[in-house]
């Protein structure tokens, strides 16, 4: 199935470039680079780890090439800016790609709510209907044109809270800690080497709130925070109980909801970052407390949290297996 990445010079672009060469199913023809890239260049000049593994070329992005970029190629994976995305994936869409996008420019369903977490307009010139591939929750019929991948704190949020919001009776508490990469390449003084110590912050604005709440039906405390590592994210997610609920009650709900899906691993102890860094899979572990739950719920936010869950909703497109190609530890960044 050839297929291209917009965004390949980015964190999750070259995890997405990464992946597709080595899927047994994908071919990627083009990984692009932004136009403000003068010229085409290895992708190891970008990424000197990859010398010598991964002979892709980089090729800045022209509209002039959408006309041959959609005669040689099927799928086209997004791994841009919000803006960015909102902007190219209708054009791409009505020359007849079919495209995940990794961005929030099309994840939340109300425009208003859109606006406010973005600060612009959500597009009106895409399909009336756009699944949000959270993929363990997703089924794509084969015909969809674009599907919208989830945010990174989204995916963790909502994969450990989805199979017991009937036992809960409180609005669910959401601290998590990501790694830097989760803010992208481009350089910031908030997310640079010696600024970043450990501390909360888009405390009660931040865009994923919002878009936990859609995914889960249910409002949400989200608190996230930004700590001192490269990749993955750390969630710690109380909530009430309703009473009698019992730890075993707890697990049978996990094991019902997973207990066949191949990339959630439910844990006996609390997973660390380290168990999950590289890998494609969403670590959950399940704790009753004087009436509570406690969850902890681990994934690699350039992984299962962007470019992995990414190729996970193309398999399941391609009615492939869901973890085609994504079994592997790896990781480029
Ligand atoms: N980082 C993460 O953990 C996650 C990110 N995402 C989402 O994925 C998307 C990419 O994020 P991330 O990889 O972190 O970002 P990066 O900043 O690392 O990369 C952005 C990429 O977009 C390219 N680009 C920028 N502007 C344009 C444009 N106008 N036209 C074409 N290409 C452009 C850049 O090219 P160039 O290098 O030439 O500037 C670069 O390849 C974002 O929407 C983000 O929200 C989703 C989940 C997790
Ligand atoms: C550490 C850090 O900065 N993380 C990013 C989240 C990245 C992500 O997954 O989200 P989107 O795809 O919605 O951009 C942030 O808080 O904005």
Request: hydrophobic share 45%.
């Amino acid at each position: 199935m050839p297929c291209a990445v917009f965004g390949a010079s980015g964190y999750s672009g070259v995890e997405l470039v990464w992946l597709l060469h080595n899927h047994p199913q994908f071919s990627l023809e083009y990984a692009f680079s932004s136009g403000a890239r003068e010229d085409a260049e290895p992708i190891a000049s970008l990424y000197p780890q990859l010398a010598g593994q991964l002979d892709v070329i980089l090729q800045p992005w022209h509209s002039n090439l959408l006309s041959q970029l959609s005669q040689q190629v099927r799928v086209v994976f997004l791994a841009l800016p919000h803006e960015a995305s909102a902007e190219i994936a209708p054009v791409l869409v009505n020359a007849g790609l079919l495209v995940f996008d990794l961005s929030g420019a099309f994840r939340l369903r109300d425009p208003l709510v859109h606006q406010q977490a973005y600060g612009f307009e959500r597009s009106a010139n895409v399909p009336e209907t756009i699944p949000y591939g959270l993929a363990e929750w997703t089924t794509l019929s084969g015909t969809e044109q674009l599907i919208a991948v989830p945010g990174c704190y989204p995916t963790v949020a909502s994969l450990a809270l989805k199979p017991v919001l009937s036992l809960i009776d409180s609005v669910p508490m959401i601290n998590a800690v990501s790694g830097v990469s989760g803010a992208g390449r481009k350089a910031a003084i908030q997310t640079s080497f010696c600024e970043v110590s450990l501390a909360a912050y888009g405390v009660a604005t931040h865009r994923h709130q919002p878009e936990i709440a859609q995914t889960i039906g249910h409002d949400v405390i989200f608190v996230p925070h930004l700590g001192n590592f490269k990749r993955g994210i750390l969630a710690t997610i109380y909530a009430r109980l309703k009473s009698d609920v019992s730890q075993a009650t707890i697990d049978a709900a996990y094991q019902q909801a997973y207990a066949t899906a191949p990339l959630i691993r439910l844990r006996q102890q609390p997973p660390a970052i380290g168990d999950v860094v590289g890998t494609a899979f969403c670590d959950i572990h399940p704790v009753v407390h004087q009436g509570h739950l406690v969850i902890c719920a681990a994934i690699d936010n350039l992984l299962k949290g962007a470019a992995a869950q990414a190729v996970q909703l193309a398999n399941q497109y391609f009615a492939f297996d869901s973890a085609l190609g994504l079994q592997q530890r790896g990781g480029v960044v």
